[in-house]
């Protein structure tokens, strides 16, 4: 059954930090743009740049609810699902919800989209890499996962259902599927509130308080801004040759956290002390933590002819002065 179409895109988690710098650009494009988000995570606030514009409408639910799923995928053209639990701290807090929106979430949108045939991009993780030493991280590359008695692997578990799914889809009803695996992704709006390393060293910072690096600190992350993912979120999910891949999306500009907490204070210019933290006053769960995550970017660049470059500095600036 054909789709009315009028919107160039859903956005499913559009009220969120990453969603509502997406919608962003693609109003900016001309695009019309329809949001899905329950606001669980996601605000009314991170829309601000978006709400009354012409050609971008909000609904308020969840891609649970599958006769509304069904019905906003039909009026649209192009789906990018960004909806489901985030940051670490959250879903080691709420597992149930982490494993039914993320695996239940994308099943209803992949059943929805195969009924139009309306193409679908994916976001899933790099957690889905999970322990592997492998670094820099191919697409291709085993993931290495804890045990199940660990709630933190149940996200990368749950990513990659979602990634089984969305690539039998493309193989076996020919859907137009494209997964990307979203690093690290940092930049105005985020909160620390889930977790995240970047916003709660700034909130940190800002007020006084310690920064509060876990483990010993040489753990590595790479950051991106989010304008940079969003961008390659878009190119990818309009790319024929992205058609039933899995692509990396991330910077290669790898840091340890306690140098990340160091540029943090100096950059913001605070006299917070920087406090280490053992892992297990800092999570409960036995948690495990990866030493280093770095993606191998060759097929981002091959298809989208760039890879995210603002190095940590330049980001912090940019959320400073936001
Ligand atoms: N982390 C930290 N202090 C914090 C929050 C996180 O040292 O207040 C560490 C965390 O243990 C991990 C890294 O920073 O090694 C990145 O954590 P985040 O939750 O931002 O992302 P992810 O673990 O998903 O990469």
């Known amino acids: ?12 988690g559009g009220a969120g930090f990453i969603g509502s710098h997406l919608c962003e650009l693609l109003l900016s494009r001309g695009n019309g743009v329809l949001v899905l988000d329950d606001l669980s995570t996601g605000s009314l606030s991170n829309l601000d740049g978006c709400s009354g514009r012409e050609g971008f409408r909000l609904v308020v639910g969840s891609v649970l609810d599958e006769a509304l ?3 906003l995928v039909n009026q649209s053209r192009r789906v990018i699902h960004l909806a489901a639990a985030v940051g670490v701290e959250n879903i080691i807090r709420q597992p ?4 039914e929106t993320n695996v239940r979430g994308t099943e209803t949108v992949l059943m ?15 957690e889905i890499y999970g322990k592997s030493e492998n670094v820099p991280f191919r697409e291709d590359g085993d993931i290495v996962l804890g045990a199940t008695g660990r709630s933190r692997w149940s996200y990368a578990c749950s990513k990659a259902v979602d990634e089984f799914l969305a690539l039998a889809y493309w193989k076996d009803k020919g859907l137009p599927v494209v997964i990307g695996r979203l690093f690290n992704t940092v930049g105005p ?14 909130e940190q910072a800002r007020t006084g308080r310690p920064l509060t690096v876990f483990g010993d600190g040489r753990q590595t992350r790479c950051f991106s801004l989010v304008h940079e993912i969003v961008d390659a979120i878009v190119s990818l999910s309009e790319n024929p040759e992205a058609v039933g891949r899995v692509v990396n999306i991330g910077s290669t500009r790898e840091i340890e956290i306690l140098e ?5 204070r100096s950059i913001s210019g605070s006299d917070s002390e920087i406090r280490l933290i053992p892992y297990d006053e800092a999570y409960p769960d036995d948690f495990e933590d990866m030493r280093r995550r770095v993606p191998d970017v060759t097929l981002l ?9 603002a190095d940590v500095d330049a980001i912090i600036r940019e959320i400073l002065g936001s």
């Not at 660049?301 to 470059?309: A, F, Y």
């Open 1 to 12: 059954m054909p789709g009315t179409g009028e919107y160039d895109y859903l956005v499913t």
């Open 69 to 71: 799923t069904r019905g």
């Open 96 to 99: 149930v919800e982490t494993i």
């Open 112 to 126: 929805a989209a195969q009924a139009t045939g309306v193409p679908v991009f994916i976001a899933s993780t790099s």
């Open 189 to 202: 709006r985020q909160s620390g509130r889930y977790g995240m390393v970047l916003p709660r060293f700034m």
């Open 260 to 264: 990340l907490a160091e540029k943090v």
């Open 301 to 309: 660049r091959e298809l989208t002819g760039r890879v995210p470059e």
